[in-house]
């Protein structure tokens, strides 16, 4: 719900018509233009507020047929959020690229993937030290080891770092290390780890669940920005389909729509879409003709030995090449890659 306001709506009547919202239960967002204030409603208003809005003075219309997500869609925030990370900017005109291992594996491991990237057009670096796995035998991370080699590589780099949390109980930990907090497509509608890290202070890279609907996703965004934290990216790594001739189905459609329902900035991910490193390019140049605002892959300086999703990792020079070609693509299309 939405109470838009004329432009010559004195502030005590403003004032009203906030408190009216939250005698009711609910919080409020205010965006004002030339024209006129919009006051969004968050939360479950009562039937008659609807009614008890229309009346009150200086509103002139009320909007009931609004998305579900108040704090996530365009509706009454038009304009794409900028997420700034350090010194990079997601979001803006320049397309950030997001770049490093699957895992955190060694010291040398990771401050090689580091220097990799940077030399080859990366702006972040993103390592698990926590890693959620399908078998309960598979290589599960460092964890805090993994953390403070990130650390490490941030240090040496000057790349912002991106790690995956997986439980609340973490997020005090991993924010000490990260500059952004990931969660992962297996954690999309974990709802208590979307309050943590709403809670947080940090920026939030979600991902959306392998067989999560674009809705789902934007409800999922919403318990974040809901508890607070409104530094949040979404991010389209490919949903699970009857295909096999991919790892997943990377869902270009998506972000076309994300980008016209919400002012949150849109992440591909084409290594986990593709599974396959040989088809990363392309679906990378794919997700930027959509309209995201930057990719996230991986790179292994040694792919063939990596102890997580090696096939779907660049090497340094294909990233390099990869890179290459997108810059001509992003001009093409009105952005840029540093």
Do not use: W
């Amino acid at each position: 719900m939405i109470a838009i306001l004329s432009k010559e709506c004195p502030l005590a009547d403003k004032a009203a018509v906030l408190r009216l919202i939250e005698a009711a239960g609910c919080r409020v967002v205010v965006r004002e233009n030339e024209e006129e204030t919009c006051v969004g409603v968050i939360g479950s208003p009562p039937d008659d507020l609807a009614l008890r809005l229309s009346a009150a003075k200086g509103v002139k219309a009320v909007r009931t047929d609004t998305a579900p997500y108040p704090m996530v869609s365009r509706e009454a925030h038009p304009d794409t959020s900028l997420i700034k990370i350090r010194d990079v900017v997601v979001g803006g005109t320049e397309l950030a690229i997001i770049a490093g291992p699957c895992s955190v594996e060694s010291q040398s491991q990771i401050l090689a993937s580091a220097r990799a990237v940077a030399a080859g057009g990366a702006q972040m670096l993103r390592g698990g030290a926590f890693k959620p796995r399908t078998s309960p035998y598979s290589f599960q991370g460092l964890e805090a080891e993994g953390l403070e080699l990130l650390a490490q590589a941030r240090a040496q780099s000057g790349l912002p770092v991106v790690t995956e949390i997986v439980a609340p109980e973490d997020v005090e930990l991993v924010c000490e290390y990260a500059d952004v907090l990931q969660i992962g497509a297996r954690n999309m509608q974990n709802y208590r780890l979307l309050s943590a890290v709403g809670r947080a202070e940090k920026p939030v890279l979600l991902k959306r669940g392998m067989s999560a609907t674009v809705e789902e996703l934007l409800h999922a965004a919403e318990y974040i920005l809901s508890a607070g934290n409104p530094r949040v990216m979404l991010c389209e790594r490919g949903i699970r389909t009857f295909g096999t001739h991919t790892r997943n189905t990377l869902d270009v459609g998506a972000v076309a729509v994300l980008k016209a329902r919400t002012h949150l900035p849109v992440i591909v991910d084409p290594s986990h879409a593709a599974g396959l490193r040989e088809f990363v390019p392309q679906l990378a140049m794919a997700g930027i003709a959509a309209g995201a605002d930057g990719i996230i892959v991986e790179v292994h300086p040694e792919p063939e030995k990596a102890m997580s999703d090696g096939r779907q990792s660049l090497t340094p020079e294909g990233f390099k090449s990869m890179v290459d070609r997108l810059r001509p693509l992003a001009l093409a299309l009105g952005r840029r890659i540093s």
